[in-house]
């Protein structure tokens, strides 16, 4: 795992149908760094992360990957670059259980080897997992599905991990979990683009921040510094 590479988006423009989304989006996660993307409902968030891994259309703009084309190309040539996803609203397979969620992750690797030891890495950061392998997925609580849908994008062996709310509506405990592996990840060399609602706590695992409102960019800057900014405390930290 682990790349010096940066994500960058330049000039971003999205469109749903005639109406735009996002509009000349432009912003860097610098490899190996962290980078929050944080902003009101609607704002266009999940909008540009999709446009990163090809499930919307780039109507104009540029997305690359260490200097790389990839706006417009299908969602599995972006994980052939080791861009991985967790999902707004985890998109698990509820019915199949925990183990084939996992499994499902890691459909591009054919090593039966690498795929165990994969998956040993993904218990080691929730080990509250082992013991729910044969169980459904849907049978798990919030916080341990969102669990299976960071271990799921970790099955692929990411460089990069992109997260669109992973811990929107879960108990602090939970959050507390996922926020700590998102740092742990990080650490061991996955670059990382973290969407939250709550700024709070984006803004304490991240190194950098993007600030959206309505379809655009309208802040950036280091995320320690955001923290005591006080338009930022106000509009989005709730203080
Ligand atoms: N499939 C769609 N078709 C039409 N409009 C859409 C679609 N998805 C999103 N939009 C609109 O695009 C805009 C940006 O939505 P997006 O989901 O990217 O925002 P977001 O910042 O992720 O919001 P949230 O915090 O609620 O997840 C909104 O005005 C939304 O209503
Ligand atoms: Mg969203």
Redesign the pocket.
């Known amino acids: 795992m682990g790349s010096e590479k940066s994500l960058a988006v330049r000039d971003l423009t999205v469109h ?2 005639a ?1 735009p ?2 509009s000349g989006v432009s912003l860097e996660v610098r490899g190996g760094s962290i980078a929050a993307l944080i ?12 446009a990163i891994t090809g499930l ?1 259309k780039v109507r104009s703009g540029e997305v690359t990957y260490g200097g790389q084309a990839l706006a417009n190309r299908p969602p599995n040539a972006i994980l052939d670059h080791g861009i991985a996803l967790v999902p ?1 609203g985890r998109r698990l397979f509820g019915s199949m259980t925990v183990r084939e969620n996992l499994e499902m992750g890691a459909y591009r690797i054919h090593d039966a080897q690498r795929k165990a030891e994969l998956l040993d890495t993904c218990l080691r950061y929730f080990p509250d997992l082992r013991p729910k392998l044969p169980s459904a997925a849907n049978a798990l609580s919030g916080g341990q599905q969102q669990m299976v849908a960071v271990a799921r994008a970790l099955m692929s062996a990411p460089s990069v991990l992109l997260l ?2 992973p811990t929107i509506g879960l108990a602090p405990a939970f959050v507390n979990v996922i926020s700590a592996v998102v740092r742990d990840i990080n650490r061991q060399g996955v670059t990382v683009l973290l ?1 939250e ?1 709550n700024a709070e706590v984006a803004l304490r695992v991240s190194n950098y921040a993007y600030v ?1 409102e309505s ?1 655009a960019v309208v802040k950036h800057g280091p995320s320690g510094v955001f923290l005591h900014d006080p338009d930022i405390k106000k509009a989005y930290l709730g203080l």
């Open positions: 749903y149908g109406v989304a996002i902003g009101a409902n609607g704002a266009g968030k999940s909008t540009l992360i999709k919307v707004e669109d709310e969407v609602q959206m379809g």
